[in-house]
């Protein structure tokens, strides 16, 4: 009983990691689709960019969860450094290449305000 106990922990367990890292990775699917692309860009805050992409890893309130703690990121990295890891991802982190350049930069001005 133990042995499947313990099966069944690690299967949760791994279920939960992957769900995560998907739910990381999967992009904003609540952008308005009667508006193009760069409209949307335009009209979103940094807050939401943040809430839509990288909330479910880091945590509604930067507190971090799956991911890390942002809530002090800004006195850690510069604003290219954030930049750099929306780019090209960290650690199990994957790239953001899915948000514009426009998005990671507002994006990572906000966060380098977090201090």
């Known amino acids: ?13 791994a279920s939960v990691a992957a769900l995560a890292v998907a739910g990381c990775a999967a992009g904003n699917g609540n952008k308005p689709e009667s ?24 945590g509604g309130n930067l507190q ?3 991911g890390p703690s942002l ?7 510069k604003k290219e450094q954030i930049v750099q890891v ?3 991802g960290k650690g199990s982190m994957p790239s953001q290449g899915h948000l514009s350049s426009q998005e ?7 966060l380098t305000e977090k201090k």
């Open 104 to 110: 990671q930069e507002k994006l990572a001005t906000w």
């Open 71 to 77: 809530e002090k990121i800004g006195s850690k990295l």
């Open 1 to 13: 009983m133990k042995r499947t106990q313990k099966r069944w922990a690690i299967l949760v367990g």
């Open 86 to 88: 929306l780019q090209k």
């Open 64 to 66: 971090g969860g799956f």
């Open 35 to 58: 508006k193009t692309n760069d409209q949307a860009q335009a009209t979103q805050t940094a807050d939401q960019i943040y809430a839509n992409n990288c909330a479910s890893c880091h």
